[in-house]
C-alpha cells in the first residue's frame, strides 16, 4: 500500500454535542462516503521534552507552533505493523505534515532509544533535527475512536469525528493497547473539517443550520491543563 506522507490543508475543528452530530452525519450523506476502516481506533504517543516546551507553545496560540507524534491505527500496535512518525506544523492556519512510514519496532525504538532506523530520507533528518534540538522523549499516550468521511466528488476534502479520548503517562508502548483514563468534559465528538482548498457549499450550508462555528480543541492541550501540569513531572 502506497501512503501520502506530505499534506498541506486547512483544518478546521467544530465542538459537537450528540443532536448536532446526529444531524451532521444526516446532512453529510449525499455528499460524502464513510473510509473502508469504519469506526476505528488511532493511538498516539506524543513527545515533548522535560519542561513541557512544545505544548506550553501550542496553547499560547502563535502564529507558528509545531507537534511530533508517533500514531498507529488499531487498538494494539504489533512490532512489524505499519506506524507513523509524524511532524505537523501549523503557520497563520495552514496545516503542514510531513510523515515516515516505518514498522512500529523502528519507529518505537527511534524515540524511545534513539536507533536510528536503516532507511532515512529528508523527511527522517527535519523529524530527527526537531527530536534532537528539543530534546524531546514520549510524553503521553492519547487514544481515541474516530469515523472518517471522504467527499464523493474530491477524495482529498475529509471530515472526521473524534471521540472517547483517552490517556495515561505511563507504559508509553501502544503494543500495549489503547486503554487509559477518560478525559473528562470533552465534547461528544470532535469534529474536524480538513480541506485543501475552499469549504463547499453544501457544508458551509449545513453548519449554518445546525449554528456550527469553527472553535479550537487540543486533545493534548485540553489534557496537560486539566490533569498534567504536576503529573508529568511527578
Not at 506544523?89 to 524515540?111: C, Q, S, V
Not at 532506523?117 to 530527527?128: L, S
Not at 487509559?180 to 475552499?198: C, D, F, N, Q, W
Not at 453544501?202 to 486539566?226: A, C, D, M, P
Amino acid at each position: 500500500m502506497a501512503y501520502a506522507n506530505t499534506f498541506k490543508r486547512r483544518e478546521m475543528k467544530f465542538l459537537l454535542d450528540e443532536e448536532q452530530y446526529r444531524a451532521i452525519l444526516n446532512g453529510i450523506a449525499p455528499y460524502m462516503t464513510e473510509d473502508e476502516f469504519g469506526l476505528h481506533t488511532i493511538s498516539n504517543i506524543y513527545l515533548d521534552n522535560r519542561n513541557d516546551d512544545l505544548i506550553r507553545r501550542s496553547l499560547g496560540k502563535p502564529v507558528y507552533k509545531e507537534k511530533l507524534r508517533l500514531r498507529a491505527y488499531g487498538k494494539k500496535a504489533e512490532d512489524g505493523n505499519v506506524a507513523f512518525l509524524e511532524i505537523k506544523k501549523k503557520f497563520r492556519g495552514i496545516t503542514y505534515k510531513r510523515r515516515l512510514d516505518m514498522t512500529y519496532r523502528e519507529l518505537y525504538d527511534y524515540i524511545t532509544f534513539g536507533t536510528v532506523p536503516k532507511t532515512r530520507g529528508q523527511i527522517f533528518e527535519e523529524i530527527d533535527y526537531l527530536r534532537r534540538r528539543m530534546e524531546l522523549k514520549p510524553k503521553i499516550v492519547i487514544c481515541y475512536d474516530r469515523e472518517a468521511f471522504y467527499g464523493n466528488d474530491d477524495r482529498e476534502f475529509r471530515i472526521t469525528f473524534d471521540g472517547n479520548v483517552r490517556f495515561r503517562t505511563s507504559d508509553l508502548d501502544l503494543r500495549s493497547g489503547d486503554y487509559g483514563e477518560a478525559l473528562e468534559g470533552t465534547p461528544y465528538r470532535i469534529m474536524e473539517v480538513k480541506s485543501a482548498g475552499a469549504v463547499p457549499l453544501w457544508l458551509v450550508r449545513i453548519l449554518s443550520e445546525n449554528k456550527l462555528y469553527h472553535g479550537s480543541f487540543s486533545k493534548y492541550g485540553t489534557i496537560y491543563q486539566s490533569e498534567l501540569r504536576t503529573c508529568l513531572h511527578e
